[in-house]
């Protein structure tokens, strides 16, 4: 099994909803974090998906070196209080993945920037906390604590995928509200998507994911 799509959308952009409708799909997704249980390499189980990334892209030059047991990468950033990598936001990353691997997908889950700067005020202490306290590629330490910083952000990253992958047929953004999602995600990925909607809304703030 070989990584077939990849998702560079932020988090609170609809990355758990991609999550569960290509599980539903019968794919094997890695959301954030490589579930134990659910991860084929134990070795690797528990350990972030952000930080697989990385290994795999500093050490051997292929960033999914240990994640070929996966059909997708839903979530692959983090940010704790100990730990913050942004893949989605890596030029030479996203190069290397290009490069190592021509057949790969790439899509990126969108929403109104300023409604996903809202809703990351709402999850946990992401907007509060973690994202004004952290070094975030565009934003820096002690950005991020307003909504209008969070969606200049949010924004700014849109533009830069869109213009990283301009007239490249294998990237694909979407609207995660758009009704036409699921068939455009779909005739993307070569499948049909049996469910759509909304998953890990902030009703669950207790979790502390982003």
């Known amino acids: 099994m070989t990584v077939r799509v990849i998702n560079l959308g932020l988090p609170k952009s ?9 599980e539903k799909a019968g794919w094997r997704v890695a959301d954030y974090r490589l579930r134990r249980g659910k991860c084929p390499d134990p070795d690797i189980a528990g350990s972030f998906v952000a930080r697989q990334l990385y290994d795999g892209y500093f050490g051997a030059g292929d960033p999914l070196l240990r994640l070929q047991g996966f059909d997708a990468l839903s979530e692959i950033s983090v940010l704790t209080r100990r730990l913050c990598l942004w893949p989605q936001t890596d030029f030479g990353l996203i190069e290397a993945l290009r490069t190592r691997h021509p057949d790969l997908r790439f899509v990126a889950s969108m929403r109104d920037p300023g ?5 990351m005020l709402r999850w946990s202490d992401l907007g509060t906390d973690r994202l004004p306290q952290g070094s975030v590629p565009g ?6 604590e307003t909504r209008l910083e969070r969606a200049q952000w949010i924004a700014a990253h849109h533009a830069f995928l869109h213009r990283m992958f301009a007239g490249d047929p294998r990237f694909l953004a979407y609207d995660t509200s758009d009704p036409t999602a699921p068939a455009r995600l779909g005739a993307h990925l070569g499948l049909s998507l049996p469910w759509w909607g909304t998953a890990n809304s902030n009703r669950q703030t207790a979790s502390g994911r982003a």
């Open 14 to 22: 609809g990355t758990t909803t991609l999550a569960v409708a290509l």
């Open 115 to 119: 409604e996903m700067a809202q809703s």
């Open 139 to 144: 934003l820096p330490r002690g950005y991020g």
